[in-house]
């Protein structure tokens, strides 16, 4: 029952000399709503009396959710609630019945933590009262500045920082001052400057860590050669894109008997990067590297990130090497890690490689020159992973990734696709394996380490994909618990069909989001049974994690994180939440450029695809132009259209005409919102359908029917950093996500344009199976 704090003081025998630390423990557990207190003051159990934890999720029409901590159903908060938190703010909320929609609605208790307490956003003057339009579309409530602000000359339309003086009340909105005034709206990397404030990226160091860095060599020094061995004279290669500057791998094979030697060297950044020290902090902090267009938020200091730890051409960098043998089938027969001193000997790229190896270009000949039986020798081993990728069933989805050309005024000109080529994938299976053997290596020792963990899809998800699958006279194998190589056999059956694109789409939709995790369940997507980051230490922190790992493991040692007291779990949800964080932060200014591209083409008209079905409209992907914008409901003719989540549709209540996913429409441009970063099409025909279903109704068969060839479905755009893990990307919803471990695809928020991947083996003799993708990040 509840107690005042006396009598359960007393309750628990709290000798009087323990009272003060007793008083400051009950605080702490009412801070964070393990027990609350009631009107009389009283402590009692929140679950005794029916209430909720949770984290709040806003919406931008001023409704949101209660995320609960018991993973339970979200709760619905109506804008009256909403009236007294923000986005991201924790709660405590009692179930006050159903909303008209049927789900559980909540009535605020207490406020437990306020999330937020600068905002970014822009100045607006309405009748001679200044408040500010938070950028975050989540923040619904507009801020009062606080009297004295004027001093700071803020004008209308200017971009600003606040901070919350007060937060918001049931009947008073927010107030804040400016603290810092970023310019207009439309200077240019006004957009990045934004996205960084909204999602509260780190993007300067500390003095602490920039004074580390600068008592750090400019190259290797002889003592740090000491426990490592000599790879100087392998010809070891670096192979990325043409604008990347950070290269942390390096790659060498060679024919050894009937099988391979291969070689994957990445660079030593726990060399540099101690444990505890402010330079770990700061990586801790970031978790990723963040790769916008045309600017790159580094998670080390360029001095490290480009210089000592980047493996560039001619100069000795220290390394840790993965080196395998593989055989004819695939199959890592053996492995070995070590610490090593290399010397790489060229910087090539995928194009360049793909010229020499696939199109037999001269001039691409001559200038690997020397280098290229080990090229041919790096082909050889690729074509025999790729077969054993495909015995090992993993998915292997084909996506359109795109890249932004700039003008000399900073904005995009042309939005061109991005063409992958077997070099691309040849560095992928090389990473994918080096990964792989990392995993296997630190369970073989058992030691903890976070895993890159993928699950297969939910029941409930799977009973949608079944039951869209079955309306086009296909099915997906596996029962109950499908596997990857299930996917793969569907997605291959497929190919080649003119609905491809729909059927894609919807498959990888069904599954779910990877992440990082203490507890290995596998990598589904791949079809690994444990699969880490070990081939990116430069840009992710991860893989930083997993470096230190082995090398504790090769000194008989352990390894214990310095952050969150050694909680490995804590560790994962911090790191998969930073790569989302990255993927959610590129995405915004992608989109707001693509607005700025797209803003002197109103009336213009466009051939396009839908690419996402939400109960609001479509989204349509413009052919070409690699564009994205929404077509509302209410364009879509008069009928009252209800949204089909199980068949991605949306059907007319009278006419029963269907618009659903990958249908082929022309659509005009009306109107570009750049501060919502918002692009609106009119319907101007369609849908053109691609493919019909199984079974279709009498008014179906008596409508008349275009069947465009498989190459006039266009493939949907993909952002720029979509890494290698294809089947992590996110799908949109209409209602906020869980973030609960994580926030939303895709390889983070990689930074280098193509992610890398990895295979397995254990020290000594392991035998394995493995794969997956590269995926760096052009710079």
Not at 296 to 309: A, F, H, R, T
Not at 679 to 691: E, K, Q
């Amino acid at each position: 029952m509840p107690l005042p704090f006396g009598e359960l003081a007393d309750a628990m025998d709290i000798l009087p000399v323990e009272r003060e630390f007793f008083e400051r423990r009950m605080f702490a557990m009412e801070r964070d709503g393990q027990v609350i207190r009631n009107r009389r003051g009283a402590y009692l159990l929140p679950a005794k009396a029916d209430l909720i934890r949770g984290t709040v999720q806003g919406h931008p029409d001023g409704y949101g959710f209660v995320v609960t901590d018991d993973e339970g159903a979200d709760i619905f908060l109506g804008p009256n609630e909403m009236r007294e938190v923000l986005h991201g703010d924790r709660v405590m909320v009692r179930v006050a019945g159903l909303d008209r929609r049927g789900r559980p609605e909540g009535k605020l208790v207490e406020v437990l933590e306020r999330a937020n307490t600068r905002i970014v956003g822009r100045v607006l003057v309405e009748n001679g009262v200044t408040l500010v339009v938070p950028e975050n579309r989540r923040i619904s409530q507009e801020i009062l500045l606080a009297p004295g602000v004027k001093a700071k000359k803020v004008v209308a339309g200017q971009v600003v920082v606040v901070e919350l003086v007060e937060q918001p009340t049931r009947y008073a909105q927010p107030i804040g001052k400016v603290v810092e005034i970023l310019g207009n709206y439309a200077d240019p990397g006004m957009e990045i400057e934004i996205a960084l404030r909204k999602h509260e990226l780190p993007c300067e160091f500390s003095s602490a860590a920039k004074d580390q860095t600068r008592r750090l060599p400019d190259a290797v020094r002889k003592s740090d050669w000491k426990g490592r061995e000599d790879l100087t004279a392998l010809p070891l290669v670096t192979i990325d894109g043409e604008t990347a500057r950070d290269f942390d791998d390096a790659v060498f094979c060679e024919r050894q008997g009937r099988g391979f030697r291969l070689v994957v060297a990445i660079a030593d950044v726990s060399h540099y990067v101690k444990v505890g020290s402010a330079l770990d902090g700061e990586a801790y902090d970031r978790g990723n590297s963040v790769y916008f267009p045309r600017r790159v938020i580094p998670m080390l200091p360029e001095k490290l990130s480009n210089g000592l730890c980047s493996l560039n051409p001619q100069v000795e960098r220290l390394c840790m090497v993965c080196d395998m043998a593989i055989s004819t089938t695939g199959a890592i027969k053996q492995f070995r890690f070590y610490p090593a001193v290399m010397f790489s000997k060229a910087r090539l790229t995928y194009n360049q490689v793909a010229a020499a190896l696939y199109e037999q270009d001269a001039a691409a000949i001559e200038s690997v020159g020397e280098l290229l039986p080990h090229l041919q020798n790096l082909d050889k081993l690729f074509r025999v992973l790729l077969k054993a990728r495909a015995k090992r069933g993993a998915i292997d989805f084909e996506t359109q990734e795109t890249r932004m050309i700039f003008d000399e005024n900073g904005k995009i000109a042309q939005i061109v696709p991005e063409k992958r080529n077997d070099a691309h994938r040849l560095i992928e299976e090389c990473m994918l394996a080096a990964n792989v053997c990392a995993s296997e290596f630190l369970q073989t020792h058992e030691h903890a380490a976070l895993y890159r963990v993928h699950e297969g899809p939910t029941p409930e998800k799977l009973a949608k994909l079944r039951e869209f699958f079955a309306e086009f006279g296909l099915q997906l194998g596996g029962g109950e618990e499908p596997r990857a190589g299930d996917y793969a056999r569907l997605l291959e059956k497929i190919q080649g069909r003119p609905d491809l694109q729909l059927l894609q789409t919807v498959m990888l939709r069904s599954l779910r989001q990877a992440m990082y995790s203490p507890d290995n369940v596998g990598h589904f997507g791949l079809a690994y049974e444990a699969y880490t980051h070990f081939t990116s230490p430069i840009r992710r922190y991860p893989d930083l994690l997993v470096h230190r790992a082995i090398k504790a493991v090769l000194a008989a040692d352990k390894y214990q994180p310095a952050q969150e007291a050694g909680d490995w779990e804590q560790i994962g949800l911090h790191c998969s939440m930073t790569e989302r964080r990255a993927d959610e932060a590129d995405r915004d200014v992608e989109n707001w450029l693509k607005c700025y591209y797209m803003q002197d083409r109103i009336g213009e008209e466009f051939d396009g695809s839908v690419s996402s079905v939400v109960p609001f409209g479509l989204f349509v992907a413009l052919d070409d132009v690699f564009v994205e914008g929404l077509v509302h409901i209410s364009d879509l003719g008069s009928d009252y259209f209800h949204y089909d989540d199980a068949h991605h549709s949306l059907v007319g209540e009278r006419t029963g005409e269907r618009y659903r996913l990958s249908d082929r429409v022309r659509v005009q441009l009306v109107r570009v919102n750049m501060e919502a970063s918002k692009i609106d099409f009119r319907l101007i025909a369609g849908p053109a359908r691609v493919t019909e279903r199984v079974g279709k109704t009498a008014r179906e068969k008596l409508a008349p029917e275009s069947l465009p060839p498989a190459s006039d479905a266009p493939a949907k755009p993909r952002r720029r950093a979509a890494k290698a893990e294809a089947v992590e990307v996110a799908q949109p919803v209409d209602k906020p996500k869980k973030a609960k471990a994580a926030a939303k695809p895709r390889a983070p928020a990689d930074s280098k344009a193509d992610a890398k991947p990895a295979k397995t083996k254990k020290p000594g003799k392991t035998s394995l199976a493995g794969a997956k993708k590269k995926a760096k990040t052009s710079v």
